[in-house]
C-alpha cells in the first residue's frame, strides 16, 4: 500500500571503493519525512561525521516540504543516524586508524514507511581505478548489446 521510495547516490560507487555496509536510521521532523516521501531529497553531496561519539549526515538536501507553514525544516542540516553500540564503536575506530570516511549510499522507506540510511564505510578511489571501471562498465556494455543481437 505505501510507495516505497529509493534514492540512489550514483557518485559513490564511482568514487570510493565500498568496504562494509550498514543500514541506519534517521532522526528526522514531520516535515523532513514527508518531503522524502515525496521524493525530494538528494544524498550526492553528503558525507557521515562522528559529534561525541554520535554519527551524523552532514550535507544531507531534503527539500522543504510544500505544504508546511512556519514549522517547515531546513533543507541542508545535520541530522543524526541511529546504529547500535557495538556498530558506532566499530566504525569510529575505522574512521581513526584506517583513514576511511563513511558515504550514505541509499536513502529508502521500508514496509512500514520509515526512512532508512544505507551507509557505506568506503575508500576513495584513485583516478586509475576510475578509468578501470569506467572500462569495465564499457565492456560489460558491448557485451550486452552483443548477446541481444544473438
Same mark, same amino acid.
Given at each position: 500500500?505505501?510507495?516505497? #521510495?529509493?534514492?540512489?547516490? &550514483? ?6 571503493? #565500498? ?14 519525512? &514527508? ?26 538536501? #531534503? ?12 533543507? &541542508? ?11 558506532? &564503536? ?61
Amino acid at each position: 500500500m505505501l510507495k516505497t #521510495i529509493n534514492i540512489l547516490n &550514483k557518485r559513490a560507487k564511482f568514487d570510493y571503493e #565500498i568496504i562494509e555496509t550498514y543500514t541506519a536510521g534517521i532522526v528526522l521532523t514531520g516535515t523532513e519525512i &514527508k518531503s522524502i516521501r515525496l521524493g525530494k531529497a538528494n544524498i550526492t553531496e553528503s558525507f557521515c561525521e562522528f559529534h561525541n561519539s554520535e554519527l551524523f549526515a552532514i550535507n544531507t538536501q #531534503i527539500e522543504e516540504y510544500l505544504y508546511g507553514n512556519q514549522f517547515n525544516h531546513k533543507a &541542508k542540516s545535520e541530522r543524526k543516524l541511529l546504529l547500535n553500540k557495538r556498530e558506532l &564503536k566499530k566504525l569510529e575506530k575505522a574512521i581513526d586508524t584506517k583513514g576511511l570516511t563513511i558515504i550514505p549510499l541509499k536513502l529508502f522507506t521500508n514496509e512500514k514507511g520509515i526512512a532508512k540510511l544505507d551507509i557505506g564505510l568506503c575508500r576513495g578511489k584513485k583516478t586509475y581505478d576510475k578509468r578501470e571501471s569506467l572500462k569495465e562498465q564499457d565492456v560489460k556494455r558491448d557485451i550486452d548489446r552483443i548477446k541481444k543481437a544473438f
